[in-house]
């Protein structure tokens, strides 16, 4: 399993962590994703084999949040 932060703006509150959390939790790859709102981050733990992260960035951005 591989960890990595990303980068999100545009998260503001349960919802948009609600949002961002459930779109990468039903990629297939994912075990795990945490969103810190107050630093603009979302913690995602995965299976690298299984899902890359121009695909979690793709979730992220369908929701209709920015990833730097």
């Given at each position: 399993?591989?960890?990595?932060?990303?980068?999100?703006?545009?998260?503001?509150?349960?919802?948009?962590?609600?949002?961002?959390?459930?779109?990468?939790?039903?990629?297939e790859g994912v075990?795990?994703?945490?969103?810190?709102?107050?630093a603009g981050k979302?913690?995602?733990?995965?299976?690298?084999?299984?899902?890359?992260?121009?695909?979690?960035?793709?979730?992220?951005?369908?929701?209709?949040?920015?990833?730097?």
């Amino acid at each position: 399993m591989e960890q990595k932060t990303l980068e999100v703006q545009g998260m503001s509150c349960g919802h948009c962590k609600m949002s961002v959390e459930g779109a990468l939790k039903k990629l297939e790859g994912v075990s795990a994703a945490e969103v810190n709102l107050e630093a603009g981050k979302v913690d995602v733990t995965f299976d690298e084999s299984k899902v890359n992260v121009d695909a979690m960035k793709e979730a992220i951005e369908e929701q209709g949040y920015d990833v730097a």
